[in-house]
C-alpha cells in the first residue's frame, strides 16, 4: 500500500469514528482485542520469504459522551459529544538478521505501540439533507521508546456531509494535522453506503465493507474487510519520522446482541495485507516514494473480539 495513502486513511479513519455515531444520545463505547500470530518476513529488496517472523497482538478501547444535545427545526440532534480512543499493542519478532532489514528499521522492528486520543465533536444540520460536523483532537503516538513532545499530534476537521437518502451519505472537507511536522490542511473524504434488509450490506470509506444477514434480532452473520492500522512518531538518525503500522483483514463475524445495550462481535479470518512503512515528518516526503518497497508479512490468520455498549 502507498504509504500516503495509509496516513491519509489514518485521517481519514479518525473523522470515520466520530461520525459512525453522530446521532447517538447516549453513552457508547467498545473494547477490543485482535491477535496476528507469528508470520513470515519477506525482504522488500528482492521479495524473498525469510525465516524471521513477528506477531501482533493488541487491545483497544474507545467511548463517546454526549454533553449537549438539542433537536432542531428540521428534527435532527445538535450534539456535542467528548470521546477517547486508546490502542496498545506488542508485538515479538524473532530470527531477525539486521542485513535484511530496510535502512529505516535497523535497530528492528518496534516491539510496542501506543495511540491515545481525547477530544470533542459537534454535529448539527445546516439544511433538511445537509449536517456539519466540527471536531479536534489530540493525542499521544510512540512506540515507547522515548515519549517526548514529537509524540503529540493535533488533529482537527470540518467535513459537510450530504444525506442522499437514508442509505447513502457523503462527506467533504478539509483535516487540520501536524503529522507532517508544522500544521497542514489535507482533504478529508466520508463514504457510507448501506442497506437494512434482512439480508444487508454497507461500504465505508476507508474504513471497509461488509455483507451480512440478519438471522433473528440478536444474531447477525457478516462477512468483512477491513482496513485497521497504528501510527507512532520515531527517531531514525535522529530524525522524527513516523511509523506505520497497516493491516487489511478478511473474516466473518457474528453479531450477537444481549439485551438493549449490550453486542458481542467476534471475528476470524485472515490478513490479506501487513506491513510497516515510515516517512519524513516533511511536507515535501508526503508524496514521495521509496526505491523499494516496504517490509511486509506473509498472510496468515486473524482474529478478535469486540464487546460494545450503548446506553
Known amino acids: 500500500m502507498n504509504k500516503t495513502v495509509f496516513y491519509l486513511s489514518q485521517l481519514f479513519l479518525f473523522l470515520l469514528v466520530t461520525i459512525s455515531a453522530r446521532s ?42 454526549p454533553i449537549s444535545m438539542k433537536m432542531d427545526k428540521y428534527n435532527h440532534p445538535k450534539l456535542w459529544t467528548v470521546f477517547f480512543q486508546g490502542a496498545y499493542a506488542r508485538m515479538d519478532n524473532k530470527n531477525y538478521e539486521i542485513q535484511s532489514l530496510p535502512v529505516e528499521f535497523q535497530g528492528g522492528f518496534p516491539n510496542k505501540l501506543l495511540n491515545t486520543q481525547i477530544g470533542i465533536k459537534h454535529i448539527r444540520s445546516i439544511s433538511p439533507s445537509w449536517s456539519l460536523l466540527i471536531m479536534g483532537s489530540v493525542g499521544v503516538y510512540t512506540d515507547m521508546v522515548e515519549i517526548n513532545k514529537d509524540d503529540v499530534l493535533i488533529q482537527g476537521g470540518v467535513l459537510f456531509i450530504k444525506q442522499f437518502n437514508p442509505n447513502l451519505s457523503l462527506g467533504v472537507g478539509p483535516v487540520l494535522t501536524n503529522s507532517f511536522g508544522v500544521p497542514m490542511v489535507l482533504p478529508g473524504i466520508y463514504f457510507n453506503w448501506e442497506s437494512h434488509g434482512a439480508l444487508h450490506f454497507k461500504v465505508t470509506f476507508p474504513e471497509g465493507m461488509e ?45 450477537l446482541k444481549f439485551g438493549e445495550h449490550w453486542t458481542l462481535e467476534p471475528t476470524a479470518g485472515t490478513t490479506l495485507v501487513r506491513n510497516f512503512s515510515t516517512t519524513n515528518r516533511k511536507i515535501r516526503d508526503i508524496f514521495k516514494e521509496k526505491d523499494i518497497a516496504d517490509p511486509r508479512f506473509t498472510t496468515t490468520f486473524y482474529g478478535a473480539i469486540a464487546l460494545k455498549w450503548k446506553f
Open 24 to 65: 447517538q444520545s447516549g453513552i457508547s463505547g467498545e473494547f477490543k482485542v485482535d491477535y496476528v500470530p507469528f508470520s513470515k518476513y519477506v525482504r522488500p529488496m528482492d521479495s524473498t520469504k525469510t525465516n524471521a517472523e513477528s506477531d501482533f497482538k493488541r487491545a483497544k478501547i474507545s467511548f463517546e459522551v
Open 211 to 255: 455483507l451480512g444477514y440478519r438471522m433473528s434480532d440478536n444474531l447477525d452473520l457478516k462477512a468483512v474487510v477491513e482496513l485497521s492500522g497504528m501510527t507512532a512518531e520515531t527517531k531514525i538518525g535522529n530524525k522524527s519520522t513516523l511509523l506505520g503500522y497497516q493491516q487489511i483483514i478478511a473474516g466473518l463475524r457474528p453479531q
